[in-house]
């Protein structure tokens, strides 16, 4: 069972006569008799669902004097003059379906502008039940992740190290990796001197020497005596100096 809901009263309205439209520009108060108003009373917008009815009523019996269903806003049902703010044209019906368009009026501004924001409440949130019966009703589509035909996907992975950094596919100086040597120590453009003759493994010892004597110093030149009188390594010895000399 729908409840009747009051959106809006005024107190006082006024009602007109207006002559048939003229052309399509629209409604104009000034058309009417503003200062001769055929009827005054009360309005009530009231709304049963979404069902919206614009009342005209009597202000002190509350007996019905008018009908103005309105199944939207702006609409034929009503609509605004084009020379004013606070008037209107209404088409009222009466039980037996006939209709006619009546003027309304308020005598201030902020009514009108009541009247204005409750209709447009009312239907906007009638827009609202309708969307909401709708996806009740539509059978819910599943969402299709699959790929179609050609469609690829790209994924940029960055995958870490055991040591915390983390890998790219772009070359570039990496640590441990072989690179041009240092130059040698000294310098560059020195030539390291070749190696001197090997020395004799054992030395010959001149006879009568005696080793309280080579530890004495004074003797040392006995103990070269016979290395100096070999002489296949003295005249290599002599052809290696000569050689490193003239270099």
């Not at 007109?16 to 409604?27: L, T, V």
């Not at 209404?90 to 039980?95: A, S």
């Not at 909401?132 to 992740?145: A, C, F, G, R, V």
């Not at 004799?200 to 005696?210: C, D, E, N, V």
Request: proline share 7%; net charge positive.
């Amino acid at each position: 069972m729908e409840y009747e809901s009051v959106l809006i009263v005024k107190p006082e309205v006024f009602i007109y006569k207006i002559p048939p439209r003229a052309s399509n520009r629209g409604y104009r108060a000034a058309d009417w008799n503003l200062k001769e108003p055929t009827w005054t009373g009360r309005m009530r917008l009231v709304a049963k669902g979404t069902t919206c009815i614009l009342k005209l009523e009597d202000k002190t019996s509350g007996a019905l004097f008018a009908n103005c269903p309105i199944d939207t806003y702006p609409g034929v049902a009503i609509e605004a003059v084009s020379d004013s703010s606070r008037y209107f044209v209404i088409r009222v019906q009466d039980d037996n379906g006939r209709s006619a368009f009546l003027g309304l009026g308020f005598g201030d501004r902020s009514d009108s502008f009541d009247l204005n924001v409750a209709l447009q409440d009312h239907f906007k949130w009638v827009k609202n039940q309708e969307q909401i019966e709708k996806e009740k009703t539509e059978p819910k589509q599943e969402l299709d992740l699959g790929f179609k035909e050609g469609e690829t996907i790209k994924i940029n992975m960055r995958i870490t190290k055991k040591d915390g950094s983390e890998g790219s596919s772009r070359t570039g100086k990496g640590k441990g990796t072989g690179g041009v040597l240092p130059p040698p120590p000294g310098g560059l453009g020195k030539i390291a001197p070749p190696p001197a003759a090997a020395a004799p493994a054992t030395l010959r010892q001149s006879p009568g020497a005696s080793p309280a004597h080579r530890s004495s110093g004074g003797g040392a030149g006995t103990e070269w005596t016979d290395y100096a009188s070999a002489g296949g390594n003295q005249g290599q010895q002599n052809t290696a100096n000569a050689n490193w000399v003239q270099f």
